[in-house]
């Protein structure tokens, strides 16, 4: 089978990983793919955005089977214009992706189906914005109503802040056209859980939860990123967690997006927040969570490609999708400077011994040599039998590779050892 990936990160190098274990793909194309995904896949330099291009390519090549990974080309249709050239895929239908790629959509869905979330008021107005926010409760949220790159949230501390976030989102266009809506959202506590889960519209395949660490700074201080590491299972979410929010979030999600006729196949992303309220949703991602998937997948036993695949023929029911109960960590080495300014082009060294615990995110190969060409340039994976041994080892993995300028969070997984359950 030749497989076409959409897409260019750590994430998809993660999905390429897996989908190489199946004996019969024969060819993995990544569009763009990047210099450390080159290792494993054919890269072909078309931008993840230009949809008729990667289109004319599928076509061309007689692509067997497509996996759109990123929002981007979810929210834009990739899917639906992959299909109507009768090419099968992994990802929702334009329709389906709304769900990440309007917050309005989202928040006015777990209303209409009473599903678990923070309170809100939606604005389209900047005056009626700013007069509400005279009296909301602080700390408050205020959201982008588009994509905008996990940038679109901004929890403001003071009323000042609150102030600035919707002008700037709505008179000064921080977010272009994604912030001509807002939603101003409660302030909701407790830890953060992510959890990925395969859906085909009618069965529900959640995968071992796991936590992000979103700031750049150690003990969760600074400027928000893509994230700077990821540890899996999250020890938060206990079985009773886990079973209350397949009852009262997963599946009425999938339900309601079968009754707005928008039926959702692929991997649907729950942010969730473990309040003393019980388990509320932060968002939802359309797809793949970056940098979830690199503790997710490699804990993943079955085949990842014939998961895809039911998903695809809705037979997902029928499958028996395993995960390891080993405990994984993911540390993220970042360009120093990232989420702000930074310098690119320093050369990576990374030992044979290592290199297969290690997604590349963000490099390029120049002069046949691997380079920096991004903020987050490496995710390094570990897998252990306890959550401690997995830190440890992701850690002493990062040690061994070299790269000039790079920086890590050095506290990744701290939080989660701070949880009742980790013994
Ligand atoms: P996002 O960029 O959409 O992934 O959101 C960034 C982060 O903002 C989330 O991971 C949460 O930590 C935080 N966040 C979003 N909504 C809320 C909320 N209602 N209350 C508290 N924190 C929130
Ligand atoms: N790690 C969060 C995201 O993928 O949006």
């Known amino acids: 089978m030749k497989i076409l990936v959409v897409g260019g990160g750590g994430r998809e190098h993660a999905i390429i990983t897996k989908i190489k274990q199946n004996k019969s793909v024969s060819k993995i194309y990544a569009l763009p793919g990047n210099g450390g995904i080159a290792r494993d896949a054919e890269c072909v330099n078309i931008g993840a955005k230009d949809i008729d291009a990667i289109v004319n390519f599928a076509v061309e090549n007689k692509i067997d089977y497509a996996i759109v990974a990123p929002d981007d080309p979810l929210v834009l249709g990739y899917v639906d214009a992959l299909e109507a050239k009768g090419i099968p895929c992994f990802g929702p239908r334009a329709n389906a992706a709304i769900i990440e790629g309007s917050k309005v959509f989202s928040k006015e869905l777990m209303k209409k189906y009473s599903i678990p979330t923070a309170e809100c008021e939606v604005f ?66 407790g830890p953060e859980v992510s959890v990925l889960a395969f859906t085909d519209g009618k069965s529900v395949v959640p995968m071992v939860s796991s936590m992000d660490h979103k700031r750049v700074g150690e003990g969760d201080t600074g400027l928000n990123t893509g994230g700077m590491g990821t540890i899996a299972p999250n020890p938060y979410y206990t079985d009773a967690v886990a079973w209350q929010c397949m009852e009262r979030i997963f599946l009425p999600t999938i339900r309601a997006m079968n009754c707005e006729g928008r039926t959702f196949k692929g991997c649907l992303y729950f942010g969730l927040m473990l309040t003393k309220d019980g388990p509320k949703v932060i968002e939802y991602n359309c ?82 040599k691997l380079v920096t060409s991004g903020g987050r340039v490496l995710g390094v994976t570990a897998i252990a039998d306890t959550l401690p041994e997995a830190i440890d080892a992701s850690y002493k993995l990062v040690s061994e590779i070299k790269f000039e300028n790079s920086y890590i969070r050095r506290d990744i997984g701290a939080r989660a050892l701070k949880a009742p359950e980790v013994k």
Not at 150 to 179: L, Y
Not at 307 to 327: C, I, P, R, W, Y
Not at 333 to 343: D, F, R, T, V
């Open 287 to 368: 797809r793949f969570g970056d940098p979830e998937t690199q503790v997710v997948l490699p804990l993943l036993e079955t085949d990842l490609l014939t998961v895809m695949q039911a998903v695809t023929n809705e037979t997902l029911g029928e499958l028996d999708v395993k995960f390891s109960d080993k405990h994984a960590c993911c540390v993220i080495m970042a360009s120093k400077g990232y989420p702000e300014s930074y310098n690119k082009g320093y050369e990576i060294e990374i030992p044979e011994s290592v290199i297969d615990n290690v997604y590349v995110a963000g490099a390029a190969i120049k002069d046949g």
């Open 124 to 189: 389209d107005d900047v005056e009626k914005a700013l007069k509400y926010i005279e009296t909301a409760p602080i700390p408050t949220v205020i959201k982008a109503d588009g994509l905008a790159l996990g940038k679109g949230v901004i929890i403001a501390f003071t009323r000042e802040e609150a102030i600035d976030a919707v002008k700037s989102m709505m008179c000064d266009k921080a977010f272009g056209k994604s912030g001509e809506r807002i939603v101003v959202e409660e302030f909701l506590e």
